[in-house]
T-cell receptor, first 114, second 114 residues
Framework: KQEVTQIPAALSVPEGENLVLNCSFTDSAIYNLQWFRQDPGKGLTSLLLIQSSQREQTSGRLNASLDKSSGRSTLYIAASQPGDSATYLCAVHYSGGGADGLTFGKGTHLIIQP | DTGVSQNPRHKITKRGQNVTFRCDPISEHNRLYWYRQTLGQGPEFLTYFQNEAQLEKSRLLSDRFSAERPKGSFSTLEIQRTEQGDSAMYLC????????????FGPGTRLTVT
């Protein structure tokens, strides 16, 4: 079964700190990987997409890396702000077998303390 | 273009009733996906369309669930004979084919079955 695991499940840090969220997946045959942000009771906002041929993507204070061989991705958030407080979800688009839906982790609930 | 929209945003129904949700994707996107999310979990894939063709259905999509995308634009998801276990957030996403298939999500429809 193709699974996605996110560690830690929850994280609370003071404002201004740099932090890393981790995502691991069980099958290296992926098409791409997306990181999303979800605010309470809301839909998902796409943050970054990394294609299988790429090693990293950057958007503003966010940097996502991908290591297919080890089945890992990280989301690095620089200089965290209270507005970054949300749940961050990692999702894998596995390739082959008609599996065109995303497989999600359970998310990391992030709180940035002012 | 205002992104993916979903209606209604909230629906409360009694067990045994039928409900229908609507999703309007980003206008130029030819792929449309449905997901279900319960509290504390990541979204789970239900089904997706390429234009008007339904190409994949998850095992989660029981025979009480049916989805349509008759003209390749908006989509509807119907749940017949609702059960309390159907209470969840139903999320719609769209993407463009050919790839990289970055998925953009709507705000979701919160279903409560009493």
């Amino acid at each position: 079964k193709q699974e996605v695991t996110q560690i830690p499940a929850a994280l609370s840090v003071p404002e201004g700190e740099n932090l890393v969220l981790n995502c691991s997946f069980t099958d290296s045959a992926i098409y791409n990987l997306q990181w999303f942000r979800q605010d309470p009771g809301k839909g998902l906002t796409s943050l970054l997409l990394i294609q299988s041929s790429q090693r990293e993507q950057t958007s503003g204070r966010l940097n996502a890396s991908l290591d297919k061989s080890s089945g890992r991705s990280t989301l690095y958030i620089a200089a965290s702000q209270p507005g970054d407080s949300a749940t961050y979800l990692c999702a894998v688009h596995y390739s082959g077998g008609g599996a065109d839906g995303l497989t999600f982790g359970k998310g990391t609930h992030l709180i940035i303390q002012p | 273009d205002t992104g993916v929209s979903q209606n209604p945003r909230h629906k409360i129904t009694k067990r045994g009733q039928n409900v229908t949700f609507r999703c309007d994707p980003i206008s130029e996107h030819n792929r449309l996906y449905w997901y279900r999310q319960t509290l504390g979990q990541g979204p789970e894939f239900l089904t997706y369309f390429q234009n008007e063709a339904q190409l994949e259905k998850s095992r989660l999509l029981s025979d009480r669930f049916s989805a349509e995308r008759p003209k390749g634009s908006f989509s509807t998801l119907e749940i017949q004979r609702t059960e309390q276990g159907d209470s969840a957030m139903y999320l719609c996403a769209s993407s463009l084919d050919p790839g990289p298939y970055e998925q953009y999500f709507g705000p979701g429809t919160r279903l409560t079955v009493t």
